[in-house]
C-alpha cells in the first residue's frame, strides 16, 4: 500500500457484547481507498456498516487491526494530533442532516469554516460557491425547517466540504429520502467528487448509488467483498 491511498485498514476487527454473547462485527477487514475514488459499500442493516465508518473516520477504535489516514498511523498520534488531522482531512454526512435549526443554510455551511478560524468573508464565499453546486443558491437563507429533506442532505454535503476536506464519508445519506430525491443526491455526490477532487466513501443498504460510483464493494460476514461475490 502506498501513498496513493488516502485510508488504508488492516485487519480489522470489532465486536460488541450482546444479550446472547459477545457479536463480531468486523473480522479481519482490509481496505485501501484510492485517493480521488468514489466507494459504495453496500450491506444489509445491522452488518456493521456504520462501524466501519466509524472507524475509517477515527471516530471509533478497532478491537484489533489498523488505520492509516493519509499515510499516517493512527495508533500513533496523541488524541490532539489525530482530532487534528481528521478535522482537517475527513467531513462526514450522516443519515440525519443535524443541520442547526436558528440558523440558515448559509450560517449552516460556513460553521465549520469558522470554527476552524477561517475569517467570514473566506467562509462566506466558500459557503456559497458550495450551496450553487448542489443547486441550493436560491436557498442560502432559508432556515432547515423551510427545506426539504432532500435540501437539508444538500446542505449538509455542502457543509462536509466546507473545510475542503481530502476524504468525505457518507453513513446512508438517503436513509430519509424518497426515490427521487435519492438520485439527485447520488448525482451531486458524484459532480462534487469530479468537480472538488474529493474522495468518498458512501455507506448504504441502497444499491442504486453503484451506478455512480467507481467501486462497489458488499460487507458481508465482517469483511468486504467484490460486487460480483
Known sequence: MGEEYVLEAIGLTKSFEGSKGRIEVLKGLDLAVQRGEVLSIV????????????????????DSGSMKINGR?????????????R?????????????????????NVMMPSLIGGKPWGES????ELLLGRVGLEDRMLHKPGELSGGEQQRVAVA????????????DEPTGNLDD???GE???????????????FVVVTHKREFSPF?????????????PIDQ
Open 87 to 107: 478535522n482537517r482531512f475527513i467531513g462526514f454526512v450522516f443519515q440525519f442532516h443535524f443541520l442547526l435549526p436558528e440558523f440558515n443554510a448559509l450560517e
Open 43 to 62: 450491506g444489509a442493516s445491522g452488518v456493521g456498516k456504520s462501524t466501519l465508518l466509524q472507524i475509517l473516520g477515527s471516530l471509533d477504535k478497532p
Open 159 to 170: 457543509r462536509a466540504l466546507a473545510n475542503e476536506p481530502e476524504v468525505v464519508l457518507a
Open 124 to 127: 462566506k464565499d466558500r459557503a
Open 180 to 182: 427521487v430525491s435519492s
Open 213 to 225: 460510483a467507481d467501486r462497489v464493494l458488499v460487507l458481508e460476514g465482517g469483511k468486504l467483498h
Open 73 to 85: 498511523a493512527v495508533d500513533t498520534l496523541t488524541q490532539v494530533a489525530l482530532n487534528e488531522l
Open 185 to 199: 443526491l447520488y448525482e451531486i455526490v458524484a459532480e462534487l467528487a469530479a468537480r472538488e477532487s474529493k474522495t
